[in-house]
């Protein structure tokens, strides 16, 4: 199992921050500002993309339409799982990512730990 820690507001998995691991810059901002993107990423709400893939990462702005670093959450038997990173518009129907991005992942997370970690933001 991966362990999933927040400093700063930013996703640490294990010893990589994600927005250091993909290049993003400082406007980009994480969703955790934003409680609605947490229960999305706590699988308690649908996601706003056409792609069902929840944003981990989004523009200063805060609009969705400015793309965003999605990434699929999946649960099953008391695991989370982070798959396939990439960015995407809400409505847009593909996801580009880097070579970075393709490679990374997936993650797996013991569920219990992951929402205890992210129950503060949502």
């Known amino acids: 199992m991966d362990e999933l820690k927040i400093v700063d507001h930013h996703f640490v998995v294990g010893r990589h ?3 250091k691991r993909f290049g993003l810059d400082e406007w980009s901002v994480s969703v955790l500002t934003k409680p609605l993107y947490a229960r999305q990423l706590c699988l ?3 996601s706003d993309f056409v792609s069902g893939r929840v944003p981990l990462y989004v523009c200063r702005c805060g609009d969705l339409e400015c793309g ?3 990434v699929s959450v999946t ?3 008391g695991t989370v799982e ?3 990173f990439g960015q995407e518009g ?3 129907h593909t996801v580009s990512q880097s070579e970075y991005m393709s490679r990374a992942g997936p993650f797996s ?3 219990a730990a992951y ?3 992210l129950s503060p933001f949502v």
């Open 17 to 19: 921050e994600l927005r």
């Open 44 to 46: 308690k709400c649908p």
């Open 82 to 84: 982070w798959a396939e």
């Open 75 to 77: 649960e099953q038997d």
């Open 115 to 117: 929402i205890y970690t």
């Open 109 to 111: 997370f013991e569920k």
């Open 68 to 70: 965003a670093l999605t």
């Open 90 to 92: 809400p409505s847009a």
